[in-house]
């Protein structure tokens, strides 16, 4: 009977239940509410459901993560920055930048929206992070999760602050469509929300093959810190345009894409576990990446509304909030709310001009921290 007893003490002993305490349920119960908002309103499901489940695995198990686990091998391709440069190679494979090549004043709109980045390094040093760590948290602000994990770990922010900053990117990629139209209602009036955009001249071939090579010979000459994310964009986007490799720009935008969205996903899901997430820290780095966020969208708008003035009434305003980004999120929130005001109103392929290049400007910012630090 005691050989009995024992046992079944050894069985309850090792179940999850005998080894969670109150901050793991919290998790649990968060993980659960990413998945549905994932499944249920299509939130970034691709990246929200793997985020999800991993943190729900890690609550319940947190060996998980640790040295030796599964998920710990993941992570380190997280820490080593190459996760992030290949979701890039996919992002750039998927990715036509022929509205930026028409219009090329939406560089302008695509940088105006990393105000938020650069704000939120001061809000987040005045908050006692150190230098290092705000400027990783600030990346939050384009909400661009690879680029936040990219530069979190070439910061050496991966033991303490990677998971939390790449959850928060994550999640406000997935709400975007949540957090953006209220600003831009609030900076804009109905007139200008009805504003209706010239169609854009067609791009050639030849500019879509040039675009990638150029951009990539001068961005990376005058910051090379950027070369792993602007390089990677390019090369995925020169797939694409070249023609002549046609089953790279398949896998690269597929196969390889979808392989790396498992691993990166699961990998950051697995870190928010309730030690290391439930903490003053973390409410800080959510604050922060929220504040961020809104400014950025805030001052893309802003300065959509002075290219309007400039231009006579050409440029709609609401485009300007999707240079943060949130590809293609951001561009179909501009389209979205621009129908609200008139259903004839087409702003997607205007607001895809500003969404990519705000892409290349968030690697743009992440380079120039890591070259402030000394860091490649």
């Not at 939406?106 to 940088?111: E, I, P, R, T």
């Not at 760590?133 to 910061?155: C, R």
Request: with cysteine; glycine share 10%.
């Amino acid at each position: 009977m005691d050989y009995v007893w024992n046992t079944l003490q050894n069985l309850a002993g090792q179940t999850a239940f005998a080894n969670l305490y109150w901050g793991n349920y919290v998790m649990i119960f968060v993980a659960c509410f990413f998945l549905f908002l994932a499944i249920k309103f299509g939130f970034e499901p691709l990246l929200l459901v793997p985020i999800s489940f991993g943190m729900l695995l890690a609550n319940m198990f947190p060996g998980i993560i640790a040295e030796g686990g599964l998920f710990h091998y993941f992570y380190l391709l997280d820490e080593w920055s190459i996760l992030p440069s290949l979701i890039f190679l996919g992002v750039g494979a998927m990715t036509d930048f022929g509205p930026l090549i028409a219009n090329p004043k939406s560089f302008l709109l695509g940088a105006a929206a990393q105000f938020g980045i650069y704000s939120a390094y001061f809000f987040a040093i005045a908050m006692g992070f150190s230098d290092k760590a705000a400027a990783a948290i600030s990346i939050i602000g384009g909400a661009d999760g690879p680029t936040s994990i990219f530069l979190a770990g070439k910061l050496g922010m991966g033991g303490t602050l990677l998971g939390p900053i790449a959850v928060a990117a994550y999640s406000y990629m997935a709400l975007v469509p949540v957090i953006q139209p209220p600003v831009m209602k609030l900076l804009t009036t109905e007139k200008e929300r009805k504003i209706k955009m010239e169609q854009l001249r067609p791009v050639s071939k030849l500019e879509k093959i040039l675009f990638p090579v150029i951009v990539t010979i001068v961005v990376v000459l005058v910051l090379p810190t950027t070369a792993p994310l602007v390089g990677m964009l390019m090369l995925g986007n020169l797939f694409r345009e070249c023609g002549v490799v046609k089953q790279l720009t398949e896998t690269a935008s597929n196969a390889l894409m979808y392989i790396v969205v498992i691993l990166l996903g699961t990998s950051v899901g697995s870190t928010t576990t309730a030690q290391s997430f439930l903490n003053i820290s973390t409410l800080k780095i959510v604050a922060l990446g929220l504040i961020a966020f809104i400014i950025g969208t805030a001052a893309g708008v802003l300065f959509g509304k002075l290219m309007c003035v400039v231009t006579h009434g050409k440029v709609n305003p609401l485009i300007g909030s999707a240079g943060v980004s949130a590809v293609p999120m951001a561009a179909r929130v501009s389209q979205k709310v621009g129908a609200e005001a008139d259903p004839t109103n087409f702003l997607l392929m205007h607001a895809m001009g500003p969404n990519v290049a705000g892409v290349i400007g968030t690697a743009v910012a992440a380079g120039t921290f890591m070259a402030i630090f000394g860091v490649f």
